[in-house]
């Protein structure tokens, strides 16, 4: 199948070396690029010292930059969210590391369950804009103290109408993968989506949960799939019925 993947350039080529070894031919279109914030994260990091949270990978990339200062903070309590960012995370060198299998909701169930990895001070959450609100939610309706700090920011980027020709309408795409409902917002809003709708008519776009499938236009809801679980692993098995 030809696959669309809408992630940032990193994580975007990480998912399509899967998609490739399921055997299917995984097209990039980023829809965003990273902008970090490492002194924020530096000062973030000195001004705490308890646990740390973080719900993408970004996050993580961004601490990666702070070099040698990132050193002190490695033995923090680093709470993630996905295997890929737990991963990330133990790559860079943090040794103490819980992961939630679903999204920031289910993260904020796994840390009220840890109470006592607060008492050095709120919980640091170190966090993109724009971000979906519900691992604070969830964290604001168990009581638990926080503190977030906005360590990266994704800026837009708008493909070139050729790319998108190439993508949509030279060769049918059979499925467009969305993880999070900022990145389906730009992507129905690109003029060239907006102006050649029948281009998708036989494209099903697969949905990483209920709040992203509800970024897609009306008209197109028949042709979405939504993972039973909030993570890359069942989103892809969703292919296997596209």
Known sequence: MRVVVTRPQHSGERTMRRLAQMGHEPLLLPLAKPVHDVEEARRALLATQGAVAVTSAEAIRALSLLDSD??????????????????????????????????????????????????????????????AAGFEAGLAERHLPFLTIECYRMQNIVPDDNILRRLFADTRADAVLLYSQETAKRFFSLPFVRHNPGILAETRFLCLSETIASAVPEPMRSHVDIADMPNEDRLMALLIHA
């Open 70 to 131: 990132l050193a002190p903070h490695l033995g923090r309590r680093l709470f993630a969210v996905g295997k890929a960012t737990a991963k990330e995370a133990a790559d860079l060198g943090f040794s103490n590391i819980a992961i939630s299998e679903g999204g920031g909701t289910e993260l904020a169930v796994m840390i009220s369950g840890h109470p006592s990895c607060l008492h050095d001070g709120p919980l640091l959450y170190l966090a993109g804009s724009p971000r």
